[in-house]
C-alpha cells in the first residue's frame, strides 16, 4: 500500500482559451495527513482540485490517488474521493435525508447503508433534527454541513474541502474543526484550501502554496512555524514611549500608549516587556499581529 493518498507529477493545465492555469504541479500528500492547499484568488486550487475529480482534462503530467492513476481508473479513483465544493450545488426540493440515499445509491449503498451513515453523520455535524427539511430551508452554516456529510456517505478515504468554512460564524467554525480531525483521527485524509491561514496552521499538518500556476512553497507546518523571520507585535503600553531607541528593530507609534514592533522572531515576549521596562514603560498587552503562515504567504504572494 501506498504512504500516499495523493502524488501529482508535473501537472500542466492550460484551458481551451489559452490560459495557462497549472505549470508543472508537483505535490505527494501523505496518507493520514489533513494537508493545506493555499493560494491567492486565480492560483489554480480549483483547477487542481477540479482534475482530481476528474471534472477537468490534464493537459499533461500524472495523478494519481492511492497508487491509482486518475484517468486510467477514474471509476476507483472516485470512490475514493469524497469532494465538498465552494459553491452549493444540492437539489433545492427534496428532503436531505433522501439527497444522502440517492447520492449513497450512486455510490452503491443500500437505503439500509445509506441511513445508517446518514445518521451517523448528521448526528456528529448536529442537523440530524433537520433530516426531514429541504435545503431550502436550512441556513447557510447548515448547508454546509449537509455537503460535508453528502461527501463523506460512502466512506471516502481522500476528502478535499474547497473552503469549508468560507461565510461560516466562529462557532461553528470551531465545531467543524473538532469534527475534522475527529474524521482525521478516524483515518480519513484531508486536502483544505483556505483563506484563513488560522485555519490552516490550526489544522494541518503539511502544506503547499500556489501561485500564478506554480507551487512556491511545499513544506510541514512546523517547519514554517518554526523558520527565523520577524514578527509584529501591537504593544499596548501604560505610558508614552518617547525614546523610539528602545528597540534596534523596527518601531511604529500608533498612538500616544501603543505601538507596532517588528522584532527578530527569536526575541521574546519577555525581552520586549523587559526592554519596555527599563525605560520605566508598562506593558499592558502584547498581541501578535499576523502569524507566520500569513506573514510567509504575503511574502511568497505579492509578486
Ligand atoms: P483558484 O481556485 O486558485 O482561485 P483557478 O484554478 O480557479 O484558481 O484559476 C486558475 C486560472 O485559470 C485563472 O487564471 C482562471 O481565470 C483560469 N481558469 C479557471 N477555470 C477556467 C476555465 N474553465 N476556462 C478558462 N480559464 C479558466
Redesign the pocket.
Known amino acids: 500500500m501506498t504512504k500516499y493518498a495523493l502524488e501529482i507529477k508535473h501537472l500542466n493545465k492550460t ?3 489559452g ?1 495557462i ?1 497549472l505549470k508543472d504541479i508537483n505535490l505527494s500528500v501523505e496518507d493520514g495527513d489533513i494537508f493545506a492547499f493555499l ?1 491567492p ?8 482540485i477540479g482534475i482530481i475529480t476528474t471534472l477537468v482534462n490534464i493537459t499533461s503530467g500524472e495523478v494519481k490517488v492511492y497508487g491509482k492513476d486518475i484517468m486510467q481508473h477514474p471509476e476507483i479513483t472516485k470512490q475514493m474521493i469524497g469532494v465538498v465544493p465552494q459553491e452549493y450545488n444540492l437539489n433545492q426540493f427534496i428532503p436531505i435525508i433522501e439527497t444522502m440515499v440517492n447520492i449513497g445509491g450512486y455510490f452503491g449503498l443500500s437505503k439500509k447503508q445509506a441511513l445508517s451513515k446518514t445518521q451517523e453523520l448528521f448526528e456528529d455535524l448536529g442537523i440530524w433534527h433537520k433530516r426531514e427539511s429541504t435545503p431550502r430551508e436550512l441556513s447557510g452554516g447548515m448547508k454546509r454541513r449537509l455537503m460535508i456529510a453528502r461527501a463523506l456517505i460512502h466512506n471516502p478515504k481522500l476528502l478535499i474541502l474547497d473552503e469549508p468554512t468560507a461565510g461560516v460564524d466562529t462557532e461553528l467554525r470551531l465545531t467543524m474543526w473538532d469534527f475534522f480531525k475527529k474524521i482525521n483521527n478516524d483515518g480519513v485524509t484531508i486536502i483544505l484550501t483556505t483563506h484563513y491561514l488560522e485555519e490552516a496552521e490550526r489544522l494541518c499538518k503539511n502544506l503547499s502554496i500556489i501561485h500564478h ?1 506554480e507551487v512556491v512553497q511545499n513544506s510541514p507546518m512546523v517547519d514554517i512555524m518554526s523558520s527565523s523571520r520577524k514578527h509584529t507585535y501591537i504593544v499596548r503600553t501604560d505610558s508614552k514611549i518617547t525614546d523610539k531607541n528602545i528597540f534596534e528593530e523596527n518601531i511604529n507609534i500608533i498612538d500616544d500608549k501603543s505601538c507596532e514592533l517588528t522584532v527578530d522572531n527569536k526575541t521574546s515576549i519577555t525581552e520586549i516587556i523587559t526592554k519596555f521596562n527599563q525605560s520605566n514603560i508598562n506593558v499592558i498587552d502584547i498581541l501578535s499581529k499576523r502569524n507566520k503562515l500569513e506573514e510567509l504567504f504575503i511574502e511568497l504572494t505579492q509578486k
Do not use: L
Not at 484568488?41 to 487542481?48: C, I, L, P, R, Y
Open positions: 484551458y481551451r482559451n490560459v492555469a493560494g484568488n486565480g492560483a489554480g486550487k480549483s483547477t487542481v500556476g
